[in-house]
């Protein structure tokens, strides 16, 4: 028999992951079938699902904090960002992750090749996509990580719980003026809405990556910025998509499919 997982958002019709993880299962012999819900209920489409043979879901917005709170085990992970990406069912359990973060640090420094440790690594944006990414990032060793948002204080809750990890900071976007880092990332939503996030060009002296989360909007006003002030190597996060994927699809069959495929396909060049 077929085995059934989904992916659940509102609105849905823009993801990728029916198409990602049919390549995954085709590529490693796997029989599954994955479907798209457009969610409206959380709980009552998760528990319809479960009730037709649902092993597992990807979990989009605006449904993630709801699928936190519907399981009955959580990862560290997904405690940390207070938010899950992906279930898997068994019986009566309900196991929640959160694999945004761990698919970002394997996309920089295994596909992109760039090492985090040791290095001055500055994030833009402190919601929940930084949140997701804390320890994965720490656990690279990085010199210093630096958490800049418009509002201190909620840069300020995630060194409470990183300070034991690392050397975490944050700080406000004006404070960065003059300061300079080895690699920045954008986890803001400016780029979303084709904005610039308010960062002084002096972040980028010296810098060896720009990374912006969002992806297929070629180049962002982010990544612009970055590439006039002499950034070689630019990404989104198609990557990140990718390997967040691989971690869930092999979290559900104890198998870890080949990523770069579906990076290739993917991928929209950054012009």
């Not at 409206?40 to 092993?55: L, S």
């Not at 405690?79 to 996309?107: H, P």
Request: net charge neutral; glycine share 10%; with cysteine.
């Amino acid at each position: 028999m077929t085995d059934q997982y989904a992916v659940i958002g509102n609105p849905i019709q823009q993801s990728k992951s029916p198409l990602i993880h049919t390549a995954f299962a085709k590529a490693t012999q796997q029989d599954l079938e994955y479907t798209k819900i457009e969610g409206h209920v959380f709980a009552d489409d998760v528990d319809a699902f479960r009730a037709r043979g649902g092993r597992g879901m990807n979990i989009t917005a605006p449904f993630k904090i709801d699928a936190f709170a519907y399981a009955t085990e959580r990862s560290e992970r997904a405690q940390l960002a207070g938010a899950a990406n992906a279930l898997k069912f068994e019986g009566d359990r309900v196991m929640a992750e959160n694999f945004d973060g761990i698919g970002l640090v394997r996309d920089v420094t295994h596909n992109l090749r760039c090492p985090l440790k040791g290095k001055r690594v500055l994030v833009l944006g402190a919601g929940g996509a930084t949140r997701g990414a804390l320890l994965p990032f720490l656990a690279e060793q990085p010199a210093e990580l630096v958490i800049a948002n418009r509002n201190l204080k909620k840069a300020q809750e995630l060194l409470l719980i990183g300070a034991s990890r690392g050397n975490v900071r944050g700080c406000t976007y004006s404070d960065l003026e003059g300061q300079t880092f080895d690699v920045v990332f954008n986890a803001t939503s400016a780029s979303l809405k084709a904005e610039l996030p308010p960062v002084p060009v002096s972040v980028f002296t010296g810098c060896t990556l720009a990374y912006e989360l969002a992806y297929g909007k070629g180049l962002t006003p982010f990544l612009r910025l970055a590439q006039n002030a002499g950034v070689k190597q630019l990404a989104d996060g198609v990557g990140m998509l990718a390997e967040q994927a691989a971690e869930a699809f092999e979290w559900w069959r104890g198998v870890r499919p080949d990523t770069q495929a579906v990076i290739d396909t993917l991928t929209v060049p950054l012009v």
